[in-house]
């Protein structure tokens, strides 16, 4: 887990404000991946990306959400013109990109839109 | 087909006793099942991994059974310790990517 690093840990935003989650992957992973988990629910797949591509977006909500992964720098995920249905804990995981290799997941932030 | 259903829910053990969870899927094209251990706060971690074309992996107190035809899978945690109380979730994906997550269980080991 202290591989993949994610801030802030805790966010708090109003509605109607951007929220913006960072992810730094573990070392030498070029692969990178955003869930979400709603409490007491499991983990919903958002979007897979590699260094400035999206690969997988198909979890994404078609508005507000987007995602990037800058060749330099970390990922972002960003949330426009939050709501209360946002509040969640979002967790990215990275990879080596090889076949069957494992995702190391981060501690994830914890977004709570008041 | 992308599902993986999981039960139960929550599950109280005694201390020494067996845990065991279970998951199911749909989608014949997965070919990697791992089982993560989150505990509260933090991000979940990979505890044990199985492909298909065996049908059981044991790693220490913990072993995965693979039924293919059956498309189950279930983690068996032997001498259930209170260090051992987490919420458990099985997965699936095809290439080890895009993890499809199950429900997830909550496991209290009772001292």
């Known amino acids: 887990n202290a591989g993949v690093m994610q801030n802030p840990r805790h966010l708090v935003r109003r509605r109607g404000q951007e929220a913006r989650l960072r992810c730094s992957p573990m070392?030498?992973?070029?692969?990178v991946y955003w869930y979400r988990q709603l409490p007491e629910e499991g983990l919903k797949f958002m979007v897979y990306l590699q260094k400035e591509n999206i690969i997988d977006e198909s979890g994404m909500p078609k508005e507000r959400f987007s995602a990037e992964f800058p060749k330099e720098g970390p990922s972002i995920l960003r949330i426009q013109q939050v709501v209360r249905g946002d509040s969640a804990a979002y967790f990215c995981?990275?990879?080596?990109?090889?076949?069957?290799?494992?995702?190391?997941f981060g501690n994830g932030t914890r977004l709570t839109v008041t | 087909q992308q599902q993986v259903k999981q039960s139960p829910q929550s599950l109280i053990v005694q201390k020494g006793g067996i845990s065991i969870i279970n998951c199911a899927y749909e989608?014949?094209?997965?070919?990697?099942f791992p089982w993560y251990q989150q505990f509260p706060g933090k991000g979940p971690a990979l505890l044990i991994a199985i492909r298909p074309d065996v049908s059981e992996k044991k790693e220490g107190r913990f072993t995965i059974s693979f039924n293919k035809s059956a498309k189950q899978f279930s983690l068996h945690i032997m001498d259930s310790q209170p260090g051992d109380s987490a919420t458990y979730f099985c997965a699936a994906s095809w290439g080890a990517q895009k993890l499809v997550f199950g429900q997830g269980t909550r496991l209290t080991i009772n001292p």
């Open positions: 070392k030498g992973h070029s692969h």
């Open positions: 995981a990275s990879s080596p990109g090889v076949s069957n290799s494992p995702l190391h």
């Open positions: 989608n014949t094209a997965f070919d990697y």
